[in-house]
C-alpha cells in the first residue's frame, strides 16, 4: 500500500470517525466525559462513545485509561476495545499505534529553560485569577512536567527548577506564541479568501496534533472550554523544539 494510499486512508477515517457524520454528537459526548464526575454517567457516556464513536475519541479515552486506581479506567478501555473491534482490519497500520497508550505520551524536545517558558505561556493562557502567580504557575508547571515524564535533574519540583534558571525568558516566548497564532489566522484568512486546500499529508499531520492535544487537555483536566485549549495546546508547540547549536 503506497504511503500517499495510506495518508487517505488515514485521513478519511480521521474526518470522518468510523461512522461518518457523527463528529458534532462525538464532540459533544467528549466534553460531557471529560465534564463528568459521576461514575455511572460516565460509563454510559463511554458506552454510546464505544459503540458509535470514531478514531477521533480515542486521545480522550486513552488518556482515562491510564489513570492509576481511577474508576474511569475499565469504561474507558472498553470504549477503546469496542473502537479498535471495528478498525482492526484496515490497510493503514499506522492506525494501530493510536491505540497504544505509550504513542500518546507528550515529549518535551526543548531545553528546561524553554520548557519554564512554556508553562508561564500555558500560565497566562489559562488562568482567570492575576492574585498568587508564582504559585498557579509552579501548580501548573508540576502537572505538565509529570505529564511530558520530563526529567527536572537536579531539582526535584518545577518551582525549585524555575528559581535556579535565571535565563529562562517567558517574554521571548509569549511573543513567539503570540506571533504564530497572528500567523495561523492569517492564514487560515488567505486560505478561505482564495479556497485554498490543504494537502492531504498536511491534513493529517493537523488532525494528528489536534488529537494530540486532546489527549493532554483531558489528562491536565483544566475546567476551561475545550476547543480553545486544545488551539491554544496546539499553537504553543511551537516552543517545543529541539535548539539547534
Not at 125 to 145: F, N
Not at 214 to 227: A, C, P, S
Request: net charge negative; aromatic share 10%; proline share 4%.
Amino acid at each position: 500500500m503506497s504511503d500517499h494510499k495510506k495518508y487517505l486512508t488515514m485521513l478519511r477515517m480521521l474526518k470522518e470517525g468510523y461512522q461518518e457524520n457523527n463528529s458534532e454528537q462525538e464532540i459533544y459526548l467528549l466534553e460531557e466525559l471529560r465534564r463528568t464526575e459521576d461514575i455511572d454517567e460516565f460509563k454510559a457516556i463511554a458506552g454510546v462513545i464505544g459503540a458509535t464513536g470514531g478514531l477521533f475519541c480515542i486521545p480522550t479515552l486513552m488518556a482515562f485509561s491510564v489513570e492509576q486506581g481511577s474508576p474511569k479506567v475499565m469504561p474507558a478501555i472498553f470504549a477503546i476495545t469496542d473502537i479498535y473491534s471495528r478498525v482492526e482490519k484496515t490497510e493503514a497500520p499506522e492506525i494501530h499505534y493510536l491505540f497504544t497508550p505509550a504513542w500518546w505520551q507528550p515529549r518535551w524536545k526543548g531545553s528546561l529553560p524553554a520548557f519554564i517558558s512554556y508553562v508561564f505561556c500555558i500560565t497566562e493562557m489559562i488562568r482567570s485569577v492575576p492574585e498568587h502567580q508564582d504559585e498557579t504557575v509552579d501548580t501548573i508547571g508540576g502537572k505538565l512536567a509529570k505529564e511530558f515524564a520530563l526529567s527536572l535533574f537536579p531539582c526535584e519540583t518545577f518551582r525549585e527548577l524555575r528559581l535556579s534558571t535565571p535565563e529562562s525568558n517567558s517574554e521571548s516566548g509569549i511573543r513567539k506564541l503570540v506571533s504564530e497564532v497572528d500567523s495561523d489566522m492569517l492564514m487560515m484568512s488567505m486560505f478561505n479568501e482564495q479556497d485554498i486546500h490543504k494537502s492531504k499529508e498536511a491534513l493529517y499531520e493537523e488532525n494528528i496534533l489536534n488529537m494530540r492535544c486532546d489527549y493532554l487537555l483531558t489528562r491536565l483536566n483544566f475546567k476551561l472550554e475545550y476547543q480553545l485549549f486544545r488551539y491554544l495546546l496546539k499553537t504553543a508547540e511551537v516552543l517545543n523544539a529541539p535548539e539547534h547549536h
